[in-house]
């Protein structure tokens, strides 16, 4: 989805180059916060397709970040991606309990996974899933 825009929250520059070197290619407009406060507020004021939000950053954490985009009627609909360092159940469980609409591993290579009840009609969501689907890299997204 040439055009689209995706919100980037990460507080590495190292994990920032490697996200922005995936999608770059594919014609995203990408937005770059490099801590939770940030990420809020260009969320809210640029209303992006996707958010790929760090839970641990300076300021507010990713967890909490989502909690108060999810809570705002302006923001609630964007789907937010967790992107966290530890694949252990604990944090799929917390990112579900904040909002997030599924996560990825560090590095972004790693597995997606997603809540199961999730119904995923956001165009812009399948087609970031389905790029990374499409260059070899594990997805946990099923066909619908």
């Known amino acids: 989805m040439a055009g689209e825009t ?68 302006e923001t609630a609909h964007i789907p937010i ?15 579900e309990e904040a909002g997030c609409d599924g996560y990825l591993t560090k590095p972004i290579m790693g597995q997606i996974r997603l809540k199961p009840s999730i119904q995923i009609h956001s165009t812009q969501l399948r087609s970031v899933y389905t790029r990374f689907g499409n260059r070899g890299y594990k997805t946990g997204i099923a066909d619908s």
């Open 6 to 73: 995706i919100l980037i929250v990460e507080d590495s520059a190292l994990n920032r180059k490697l996200v922005e070197t995936v999608l770059q290619p594919h014609g995203y407009r990408l937005l770059i916060a490099v801590n939770g406060e940030e990420g809020v507020e260009i969320a809210t004021r640029e209303k992006p397709d996707l958010i790929l939000m760090d839970v641990q950053l300076p300021k507010m954490s990713g967890y909490d970040a989502t909690r108060i985009l999810k809570a705002q009627t």
């Open 81 to 95: 991606v967790a992107l966290t360092a530890h694949a252990m159940d604990g944090e799929r469980k917390r990112s």
